[in-house]
């Protein structure tokens, strides 16, 4: 098989897995998508969905995978305000909340 046959072969498309953790200021949202380069990673928001593409290109006998997952955010996240971080296989995206929907701590006089 050569270089250029691998290339042409069909992406297998996956679903990542995915941990999301509520913290009283940021949901965490970690997906695993092992083998990816984090410059063949896409995070996107717009419209207030989360969408998460990355590509792992085949190697040797291996087929390249697509990994694709969409999440639709709730009214409380402050879309803007998106980060990621991707290290040792797991993509983790931080999506703080809203400063009107962060708990607020009432001081009794």
Do not use: C, W
């Not at 949202?29 to 990673?41: M, T």
């Not at 969408?51 to 792992?56: D, I, L, M, N, P």
């Not at 305000?81 to 040792?88: C, M, P």
């Amino acid at each position: 098989m050569t270089r250029s046959d691998i290339e042409q072969q069909p992406l297998i498309t996956l679903t990542p897995a995915v941990s999301i953790v509520e913290s009283k200021d940021a949901f965490l949202v970690s997906l695993d998508i092992p083998g990816a380069q984090k410059e063949r990673i896409s995070v996107n928001v717009e419209h207030q969905l989360l969408s998460v593409t990355a590509e792992v290109p085949a190697q040797g006998e291996n087929a390249g995978k697509q990994y694709r997952r969409e999440f639709t955010l709730a009214n409380d996240i402050e879309p803007q305000s998106a980060d990621a971080h991707y290290e040792l296989g797991v993509l983790t995206v931080t999506l703080r909340k809203k400063e009107q929907f962060k708990p607020k701590q009432i001081h009794i006089q």
